[in-house]
């Protein structure tokens, strides 16, 4: 459609300059409205903070008998975004007992992070069927490594013997134990 | 051919997506590019600045009476860039409410609204609404004092409506109070409802717009036809760029948006609505009674149908300004009583003490909210209660309410004139008995209480001749001595023997009236008991019934003494009184 005394398309440096504010405006508009909001909405994602795994107090010796696996929750007070939480559960592990030895296995599954059953005598996810020895060496399926042991330590004296555990997450699916949040 | 354009031929091919862009771009402007013919334009640029940092936004908010104020508190001071990103989208808005008025007025002085443009006048109508819209349902999401006072006083409103008013404030508020159905519902309609029919109607009415074309002003030059790109489309973007720049400046010269103290239904906090509502909230002042629904509903409503109806009842074809004056006037009208009435309710506000004092508390409660809230530190049960646990804040709540209006304490309280109790500021030290001691009739002591004369004192001789001859003041270093003892027991002191000569000095010199560790020789004396006195137990004792013997006795309910200090123990639940007790005796000496 061409409009009487409409100029051609194309000619003349004023053309030009306008195209040139037309397209440099509208870069510079949408790189102000835009990326703040990016960098907003992807900042979770460059948090590279993170705290330190504490010691937490999670059964009692006594509680426990050599040989039998025991599912324990793991408790503390955390933060989730903007709140704090006083008691809440962080996740749990299995407690294996060996006298007065204890050794804690996470119960999440390497691969994709299911929660690791007791099947048999050794352990496995009910996901994808990895299957873990009972000490919670990998046998077969798709896990990429061993379940993830954590630091535990026997405390207290007697009947008050209770075990504490240094809880961690760790990143899943891949073969080496790097520690997250 | 370089690889772009091949690849563009390829596109076109498939989709004749060239033809699509030339036929939006090569549209004709009768009467050449004008700045009058930019604020569609720049609406638009403002619905993507909001449609872009609300969905950011989006990416933190969380609509539940005990997370909306949390969440927002997170965003604004805990993740790098939010304040900025919710700056921008809160004068965005406040953009987008001037730029509507502003094309709405080109639209109605260049007569754009006349046959056969009347459709997508009623378009630009329902666009104006849904802005508004946006305006009231993004004023609560925070759940902060501001939006709750203000959209509560909106949704009121549409319940004083005849007929349906109940039905649609109970369905605007997901039931009859406000809670979190309330703002689950603003936030569908801010995020989900309201954007979808924005973007229908907005389509449509750049559709007939297209159909229609601009609407040149009466005296243009016809003979002069520029196209929309590059010619308009460079003017149009210079003024979306102005926009951005105006609201990116006010939103770092404010950093951010305003974020008031959470929403309490308990407080009373001096209401306002955002500024371009001002004009309505002013109106409302002068409709009492029935007459309310004048202000509230029918003149906006009669506003609304008078725009509505315009291209109907101005159907002369020309656009000169001048032969449309009649019909323009109303409008005139409209903007000049908005104006007017907004400058008055600025002015009022400015000139009204009561209203700057609450604006100066609801400041400091807001501080106090931000001071505790920190990052991640807002306890499950939501910042509400986070404040209501704070001693600080919740103890000078309950001072304001419950003692102020006899007791002083710093700040706090009645003037000196007015205060008829002690008065606290001190209290529990060492000066603070001393001057007791010294002259307790003293007006910020017992002079304006219903124990004036009670107490004698012990350096100044007795009124009465008689007892006045063979009165000998206490030695200075004895008085030191009590008030040593006093002052520790006020302190907790951790040894229970402190201060023994000051002890063994009341049980000898006081006893005859006081209570010392249960023992007076005076059981239908006033005097209360010294033994812990200005400790938590005393104070909370106290506090919760004065007329006990673990503080005063029960001659201090006496109804007869007029204007005694009554009991809260009835009135305030145990933590309160714990708390208060708690928060007296830090603030008299001087904690912050």
Known sequence: MRHPGMAPPGKGDRRGALRTIVLGGSAVFVAGAAGPALRVAMAPAFDSSRTEARWLRIARLSDLKDGEPKRVPVISDTTDAWTKYARENLGAVWLLRDRDEVRALSVTCPHLGCGIEKVNKGFGCPCHTSAFDPSGKRVSGPSPRDMDALETRVIGDGAERSIEVRFKKFRQGVPDREEIG | MSWLSRMGDWLDTRTSYRTFLAHALDEPVPGGARWAYIWGSVLVGCMTLQAITGWAMMAYYAPSATTAWASVEHLSYCVSGGWLVRGLHHFGAQAMVVVVGLHLAQVAIFGAYKAPREVNWWLGLGLLGITLGFSLTGYLLPWDQKGYWATRVATNIAGTVPLVGRFVQSLLQGGPEYGSLTLTRFYTLHVGLFPALLALLLVLHLLLFRKHGVTPGARANMFKVDRFYPAQLAKDVGGVLLMLVVVAVLAFREHGAPLDAPADPASDYPARPEWYFLSLFQMLKYFE??????????????????????????????????????????????????VALTVMSVRADRRDEAFQKARVLAGKRSEAAMTLAKCGLIPPDGPLAMLRRDPETRGTALFQEHCASCHR????????????????????????????????????????????????????????????????????????????????????????????????????????????????????????????????????????????????????????????????????????????????????????
């Open chain 2, 289 to 338: 009674g029935r007459l309310e629904v004048v202000g509230s509903v029918l003149i906006p409503g009669i506003a609304v149908a008078y725009l509505a109806l315009l291209p109907l009842i101005d159907r002369a074809s020309s656009r000169a300004l001048r032969s449309r004056f009649l019909y323009l006037v109303p409008l005139f009208a409209m903007g000049g009583a908005i």
């Open chain 2, 409 to 592: 304490l710093g700040e706090l309280g009645p003037t000196p004139q007015k205060a008829t109790a002690p008065d606290l500021t001190g209290w529990g030290t060492a000066e603070w008995a001393m001057s007791m001691l010294e002259d307790p009739d003293a007006a910020q002591r017992f002079g304006q209480t219903s124990y004036k004369g009670e107490m004698i004192s012990l350096v100044k001789p007795p009124a009465d001749p008689k007892k006045a001859k063979t009165f000998k003041p206490m030695p200075e270093a004895d008085r030191k001595l009590i008030v040593a003892f006093l002052a520790g027991e006020a302190a907790e002191a951790k040894d229970p023997q402190h201060d023994a000569q000051g002890a063994k000095l009341i049980a000898q010199r006081c006893t005859a009236c006081h209570l010392f560790r249960g023992q007076t020789d005076d059981d239908d004396s006033a005097g209360p008991e010294l033994a812990g006195w200005g400790s938590l137990a005393w104070t909370r004792a106290h506090i919760a019934n004065p007329g006990t013997n673990t503080t005063y006795r029960a001659d201090a309910m006496n109804p007869e003494r007029k204007g005694h200090m009554p009991r809260f123990d009835d009135k305030l639940e145990p933590d309160d009184v714990n708390l208060l007790a708690a928060w007296v005796r830090k603030k008299a000496r001087g904690g912050k």
